[in-house]
């Protein structure tokens, strides 16, 4: 399975970006993504997740309400709409996937993702 996830660029606090991620691989309906960044010095955390339906989303705490995680199973797409963005956004983003049904909280557990896709640069000025 590959990833590849777009989208990034530079913005101004309180401006929107959207990140896609989309996956190539082996014949499967779709797969379990997650959103993880890593910012300048700082370790990766998770972002936001959504099941393989698209019918279960969770979220970190720092992005709850401004950002949204949806999926187009037809396009093998996944999108991160980041809205009202803070300069402590700014980091990597990277989009991985997992062949596990995964929901809630399970959906924030890296070791639990199988594929990982190039990151992309998301840097905020304030």
């Known amino acids: 399975v590959q990833l590849q996830a777009s989208g990034g660029g530079l913005v101004q606090a309180g401006g929107s970006l959207r990140l896609s991620c989309t996956t190539s691989g082996p014949p499967r309906s779709s797969y379990t993504t997650g959103w993880f960044r890593q910012g300048p010095g700082k370790e990766r955390e998770f972002v936001a997740g959504?099941?393989?339906?698209?019918?279960?989303?969770y979220y970190a705490d720092s992005v709850k309400g401004r950002f949204t995680i949806s999926r187009d199973n037809a396009k093998s797409a996944v999108f991160l709409q980041m809205t009202n963005l803070k300069s402590e956004d700014t980091a990597v983003y990277h989009c991985?996937?997992?062949?596990?049904?995964?929901?809630?909280?399970?959906?924030?557990?890296?070791?639990?993702?199988?594929?990982w896709g190039q990151g992309t640069l998301v840097t905020v000025s304030s």
């Open positions: 991985a996937a997992s062949a596990a049904p995964l929901y809630g909280p399970g959906l924030s557990s890296a070791p639990r993702y199988d594929y």
């Open positions: 959504i099941s393989r339906g698209g019918s279960n989303s």
